[in-house]
């Protein structure tokens, strides 16, 4: 199978969790309508004042999280390869009635249907997972971004993705292998319900791999910070440990588990 097989796998797993995810506790659809933000504590100050600011948000789902920074002020961009989501995301634009552009696009392909470039390029939890290449990936990050732009990523630990969540055990290498992961899937981290199956294919891909990408492409780093916390619930066996963070294996393995990371680079 070639990249192209695994995109259109997954992307047909992705329109089909759309219903389903909008119902889910974990988007709390009802809460966001009314005005609360989506964005969570590790992203929702990193950025300071966007106000008046362009940000292209990669890989948004059905948009929650580019409908709140345009709350926050800025002109937002949403893209995702999933048709489904991006429709749900326009209805959701038009109800709250801001002004987001969406675009439905697999992130390697946006430079033929998205011009121009961004004060902010932003992505977030388990993106980086559904693509192979990150050399790619960091090219497309620095066409979007102006000069004295800044590229945000807010993701899971890739330390996180070497386990299975149901028995603890290291399935999964921590370095890209340079061919994906597949599994049959039974429902999905936000669809406990089990309404959607189907199978995806995923790479595990380093902070290393992550950082060098980006600085390969001239962006320079200003700040990594990792996180001993998840503030979704969105694995097996996972322990609110406080409001809004949870955790994973702490009981298991009597030790504090790496959970999230935060990237912040420039492009000057």
Not at 213 to 236: I, R
Request: contains cysteine; proline residues 3%.
């Amino acid at each position: 199978m070639t990249n192209q097989d695994y995109f259109a796998v997954n992307q047909k797993l992705w329109d089909g969790r759309v219903a389903a995810h909008t119902k889910s506790e974990l988007y709390d659809m009802e809460s966001f309508m009314s005005g609360k933000t989506s964005l969570k504590e590790i992203e929702k100050d990193a950025l300071g004042n966007v106000t008046g600011k362009t940000l292209l948000h990669l890989q948004c789902h059905f948009g929650q999280d580019t409908l709140s920074w345009s709350r926050k002020g800025a002109k937002a961009t949403g893209i995702d390869f999933s048709e489904n989501a991006i429709a749900k995301a326009k209805q959701l634009n038009e109800q709250l009635g801001l002004d987001v552009e969406f675009v439905t696009s697999n992130v390697y392909d946006l430079p033929e249907v998205l011009f121009g470039e961004f004060d902010y390029v932003f992505t977030s939890y388990g993106a980086t997972p559904w693509l192979p290449d990150l050399d790619k990936w960091a090219a497309i990050v620095s066409r979007y971004l102006k000069k004295g732009g800044i590229f945000y990523l807010a993701e899971f630990h890739p330390t996180l993705f070497m386990f299975n969540f149901d028995n603890h055990q290291v399935e999964y290498s921590y370095f890209n292998e340079n061919k994906p992961y597949s599994e049959e899937v039974t429902g999905s981290y936000a669809d406990k319900t089990g309404e959607t199956n189907g199978k995806e294919y995923f790479w595990n891909h380093s902070i290393s791999e992550k950082v060098n990408a980006l600085l390969n492409q001239g962006l320079t780093l200003l700040e990594l910070k990792e996180y001993d916390f998840s503030p979704y619930n969105c694995f097996p066996n996972m322990i609110e440990r406080e409001p809004g963070r949870y955790v994973w294996g702490q009981e298991k393995f009597g030790v504090r588990v790496p959970m999230t990371l935060s990237l912040k680079m420039e492009k000057r």
